[in-house]
């Protein structure tokens, strides 16, 4: 039975109808006090061949809540890839992308972090924060339909590593050679700019 992991993720933030850039969303969305939370689990089935994938892709389930749409909006696909790679040299993605469906109407949040290393300490942010857009459609290439930013906070980030378990023939083991990877991708990121 092949070792994998699942860990659970909820990330919110100031979200708007109408925007089609994240930031501009999120200027409306506080202005306007409308948030959208996306309460993610995780599952990497077999933690070898997300290893061995270059976008180190797994799956995403979870529920949307977002006030002008609904609450507890359930996922009926998604996906999640780490470090995934990017257009721009030294700069990896982490993709949180979710279907639901909206009175029947289908609906895609589509999430990115930009993991790279710019001037001053900017992992915590790059690994925190989720630009995100709202498709119309089961898909990216759907109209845009609005844009936020989504983020982890410090008590999320703690509830997220509790959540952090091994599944099918996985065990401590398995969770300890993803951490490793997860470290070691960041290391690698950052680590050659540090005191530059």
Known sequence: MPAGITFKETMTGWFALGATEPADGAARGQRAGTELSLHGEVTIEDLDVFLADPHHAGGLAGTVDFQPLGFG????????????????????????????????????????????????????????????????????????????ILRLGVRELMALLSTLKPIGGGDLTTVARFGRMFFGELWGLYAPHVGT
């Open 73 to 148: 909006l359930a996922g009926t696909q998604g996906t999640f890839k780490l470090f995934s790679p990017a257009d721009q040299p030294d700069t990896r993605l982490m993709v949180y992308e979710l279907g639901f469906a909206v009175d029947g109407r289908p609906h895609y949040l589509a999430g990115r972090k930009i993991v790279h290393d710019d001037p001053g300490f900017d992992l915590w942010s790059d690994t925190t924060t989720l630009y995100t857009t709202l498709h119309d459609g089961a898909g990216t290439t759907g109209r845009v339909l609005g844009a936020g």
